[in-house]
């Protein structure tokens, strides 16, 4: 029987989706192949371990389906290399200065807002392209030119989100969150806020619990009061709320199947989801014998954390392609800012000056899944360029 990732798991790491990527040449595995290093800084060990092995499992599998790739007319292989950070900021401090100082990389990312926090200024001073995630948008300008966004755009699966909502279902007329007490929390509250405003949806507020409550009865009760017509919930607030009578639209960014069964399908029936999900029709046709062979090796669910990390994997391979290059930070960098990058779920750029100061935050295809008859059904999508422009027009400064 697989395992599923339950929602309380997944919601332990809320929105810390982060990718570490590590370049650099380094000696040949095999006649003619040179190994790129990539280098990650994450939790291994403990609760955020167990969460985060399956990306770590997947990005290894994906490695081994890009095989070798060439640069310039030199054959080139990823050498992944791991540090377990700990979910701290001493723990990012400690894996960065080995994966810098001691294996030489060149590109690097820490998961988790704290040990992304702590390590950026390390990464700035020794001139090593940064892919941070988890980090609130005044960490990225001008005055840090090498830290990039590392994850998709909450900005921007926002505006998305918020377009389809106001097509879909006109009658909708007022909105609410109920999130936690955290950095990514509170700025969810902005981008959903924004975007309702933007769309002619009255914002009735947001209500915050502690990180690590297990009682979410008092928190749900607060919410049902205001009975919104669209709520942000991740299941375990959505539950109670549903048992108090509350009958309006539910979202939240991530989904596993084995949701259903931890909370019964009255509850996730109509259940929408808002960032990119690797489930049905939804996953690309080149990722299907990749995700289908995850699975069998492994016992677990090709989810949505292990998704997005591939798909770094795919765009940050084709940055060094169109670069030319493995090891020169400044044409890596320029060409971050100013290529169109593929990947499989489609092309990813970056940009969004108008929200970040620079320019470093990743745009790529915005999706809406629904949750209906058992099976995850996308209904929404829109194109980099349009999330792009969209998200430009309402949160642009």
Not at 47 to 75: D, M, R
Not at 96 to 120: H, P
Not at 295 to 324: C, N, P, S
């Amino acid at each position: 029987m697989k395992k599923w990732l339950s929602v309380a798991a997944i919601v332990v790491l809320c929105l810390a989706l982060v990718v570490g990527i590590a370049c650099g040449g380094g000696e040949e595995e095999e006649e003619g192949v040179k190994e790129v290093k990539f280098g990650w800084g994450l939790p291994m060990t403990g609760i955020y371990g167990a969460v985060f092995l399956p990306s770590k499992q997947a990005l290894e599998l994906a490695n081994e389906y890009i095989g070798e790739f060439t640069v310039a007319g030199e054959k080139y292989k990823w050498d992944l290399i791991f540090e377990d950070n700990g979910w701290t900021g001493a723990g990012g401090v400690a894996s960065a200065t080995k994966l810098i100082f001691e294996d030489g990389v060149n590109i690097m990312t820490q998961l988790g807002a704290e040990s992304a926090l702590a390590v950026q200024t390390i990464c700035e001073e020794a001139g090593v392209i940064f892919f941070a995630g988890g980090l609130a948008l005044d960490a990225l300008g001008p005055d840090k030119p090498h830290t990039f966004y590392g994850q998709t755009v909450g900005y921007a699966n926002m505006a998305a989100f918020f377009k389809y909502v106001s097509e879909a279902y006109p009658e909708v007329k007022t909105a609410s969150m109920v999130n936690e007490d955290t950095a990514n929390g509170h700025e969810m509250a902005v981008q959903a806020a924004g975007a309702a405003d933007y769309y002619g949806i009255e914002w009735l507020g947001a209500e915050f619990y502690p990180p690590g409550t297990s009682e979410f009865y008092p928190m749900a009760t607060k919410m049902a009061s205001k009975n919104p017509d669209l709520c942000y919930a991740d299941l375990r607030n959505l539950q109670p709320m549903r048992e108090m009578g509350w009958e309006g639209i539910s979202f939240f960014f991530m989904w596993g199947s084995g949701n259903s069964d931890q909370y019964g399908w009255e509850t996730v029936q109509g259940y929408l989801v808002y960032y990119p999900a690797p489930f049905g029709e939804a996953l690309p046709e080149s990722l299907r014998p990749m995700a289908a062979e995850y699975e069998d090796r492994f016992g677990i669910e090709f989810g949505q954390l292990a998704y997005h990390y591939v798909m770094q994997l795919y765009w940050v391979t084709d940055a060094l392609k169109k670069a030319g290059t493995v090891d020169d930070v400044g044409q890596i960098m320029a060409t971050l800012e100013t290529e169109t990058l593929d990947t499989p779920m489609g092309p990813v750029k970056y940009g969004l000056s108008e929200i970040d100061g620079i320019g470093h935050l990743p745009i790529m295809p915005c999706w809406v899944g629904e949750i209906r008859d058992g099976e995850y059904h996308l209904v929404f999508e829109m194109s980099a360029d349009e999330a792009e422009a969209l998200t430009a027009e309402i949160f642009g400064k």
